[in-house]
């Protein structure tokens, strides 16, 4: 793949229930510096969702914020 100046990716895992990955949620864009953490946090909670869905134990799976 290419690098792209000023692209940003974000991604988190999804786990199923026995906490193999099973997938990600990856959001991709052009977005500041200043904003990478807070976004990082919501991709973060929405894969923490998602692995919640499939049965995970996201206790397991996820460090602490």
């Known amino acids: ?3 792209l100046p000023g692209i940003t990716a974000i991604s988190s ?6 906490g193999r990955i099973v ?5 991709l864009g052009v977005f ?3 904003g ?3 976004f990082g946090l919501k991709v973060r909670e929405a894969a923490k ?3 919640e ?5 996201t ?7």
């Open 1 to 3: 793949g290419k690098i």
């Open 13 to 18: 895992p999804i786990f199923e229930k026995k």
């Open 23 to 27: 997938g990600c949620i990856l959001l």
């Open 32 to 34: 500041p510096n200043t």
């Open 36 to 38: 990478q953490t807070d």
């Open 49 to 51: 969702r998602v692995s």
């Open 53 to 57: 869905a499939f049965g995970a134990d």
């Open 59 to 65: 206790a397991k799976c996820y460090r602490p914020a």
